[in-house]
């Protein structure tokens, strides 16, 4: 049975700000404390969705998280109405406070953790929230995650969405933004890259964080990956450049794996490791030189934080970039000459996610991918599938509920708490979400 690439995208919330929570994240420590327009940002995050589905890849829609989050406030000790929890706590506990109203869960690459039913051992499409314990403000997110791959994937008889991993620094998970599956054809069964940053029971002594622990990688691997698992370290030069995720520096679509020459520790190993694990396929391997492309400028430009496809039709890939790419000089002279050097990748397109890119976040970052057989796509969630009906729906929404600026200030506003429910609540209806699927819904 024939199976497709589909992308999951989380639609940027309405509390969009930036407020550089995540330390070695350099986009968002830099604008950290400047307005954001969220409006802006979810009609950025649409049009890119659409551009997907206008090229015929199946594309979803996973709803943004309740923010601010008044549950984790009240979890806190702060108590009352809750206006009046919201205030207290921008007054007592701001970091808490802003940690509450972080929009962060519109980077689907670090929803979960997917294995297709190709690779796995009971041929269902297995999902794992990733815990994200490494942020305060990330580490909120795992179990509204968990109710929307539910709801978008509700057939247990196709998709098993399990528990985060348990939420502590030995099993520190960030999902997807460190995975990359390689294979044949996506029906094929492929060769699962889990890339690490540290060892947990080993001193870590970097000036940035490492996110993902070898250990959260490994325990993904033994939940349901049936064959085809490399595990790879993290370049620690390239975590100290502000690489917080692999996929800054990384990102491969069926047999091609397009990568920095500073995205492993030991790229020969790493690649031996995958050509070896590919018994059924020759892997292509793009690696891209400091002399080509310095890290400074592969960060800044998030050329590999590009989307990598297959579009239908087509026999070479497409990489859809971050205008940021094209705009940086460098990174647009290595993405021209991917196209034109009769390799594997042979289109290059470009898309204004600027919003999020002010937070660190480029095209790669706002989606999930999800391999789907055709039985399995029937069996989604279809009020939750981008058609043009729905996307001008979701645009007419936004342009309504969603502000033109916000700041940090505004953030504290309890008129905010009142827009965000009513965008929320009337979201929940379109995408057939059910009843009580947010928390304020159910008091």
Request: aromatic share 10%; glycine share 4%.
């Given at each position: 049975m024939s199976a497709v690439e589909a992308n999951a995208d989380g639609l940027i919330g309405p509390t969009h700000s930036y407020a550089g929570l995540s330390p070695g994240n350099l986009a968002s420590s830099l604008n950290k404390g400047e307005a954001s327009n969220p409006r802006a940002a979810v009609l950025q995050g649409l049009v890119k969705m659409k551009t997907l589905a206008d090229l015929g890849l199946p594309q979803f829609v996973l709803p943004p998280h309740e923010r601010p989050n008044i549950p984790f406030l009240r979890s806190l000790g702060f108590w009352g109405t809750d206006k009046a929890i919201l205030e207290r706590a921008w007054k007592d506990a701001p970091s808490f406070a802003a940690a509450a109203c972080s929009a962060s869960p519109m980077w689907a690459a670090n929803a979960a953790t997917v294995t297709p039913s190709a690779d796995s051992r009971d041929g269902r499409v297995h999902f794992t929230p990733a815990n994200l314990v490494t942020n305060l403000h990330r580490s909120l997110e795992h179990?509204?995650?968990?109710?929307?791959?539910?709801?978008?994937?509700?057939?247990?008889?196709?998709?098993?969405v399990h528990d985060a991993?348990?939420?502590?620094?030995?099993?520190?998970?960030?999902?997807?933004?460190n995975h990359v599956r390689l294979c044949a054809e996506h029906h094929y069964p492929g060769v699962n890259l889990l890339v690490w940053g540290r060892d947990a029971f080993e001193p870590w002594d970097g000036h940035f964080p490492a996110r993902q622990t070898r250990q959260a990688s490994e325990a993904l691997a033994r939940r349901y990956m049936d064959q085809g698992v490399v595990l790879a370290q993290q370049s620690r030069a390239a975590i100290a450049g502000g690489t917080f995720h692999n996929d800054v520096v990384c990102v491969g679509a069926l047999d091609t794996l397009l990568f920095h020459e500073q995205s492993f520790e030991n790229t020969a190993e790493t690649k031996h490791a995958i050509r070896i694990a590919a018994d059924a396929f020759e892997p292509q391997f793009i690696e891209i030189s400091a002399a080509d492309l310095p890290l400074a400028d592969a960060i800044s430009s998030y050329l590999f934080n590009s989307m990598l496809i297959r579009v239908p039709g087509q026999d070479r890939l497409t990489l859809i970039c971050p205008t940021e790419t094209r705009d940086n000089p460098r990174s647009h002279a290595v993405a021209q000459a991917l196209a034109t050097s009769n390799g594997p990748i042979g289109h290059v397109e470009y898309v204004d996610v600027r919003q999020s890119m002010r937070n660190g976040g480029g095209p790669a970052c706002l989606r999930l991918r999800v391999v789907l057989t055709e039985t399995e796509l029937v069996a989604t969630n279809p009020a939750m599938r981008l058609t043009d009906a729905l996307y001008a729906r979701l645009s007419d929404w936004g342009r309504r509920w969603y502000r033109d600026s916000l700041t940090a200030r505004d953030l504290a506003d309890p008129a905010l708490l009142d827009e965000t429910r009513g965008a929320l609540d009337e979201l929940t209806q379109i995408l057939n979400l059910g009843a009580g699927f947010y928390p304020f819904q159910r008091t």
């Open positions: 179990q509204q995650t968990k109710r929307a791959l539910e709801a978008l994937f509700p057939d247990p008889s196709w998709f098993t991993l348990p939420s502590v620094s030995h099993l520190a998970d960030e999902g997807a933004a």
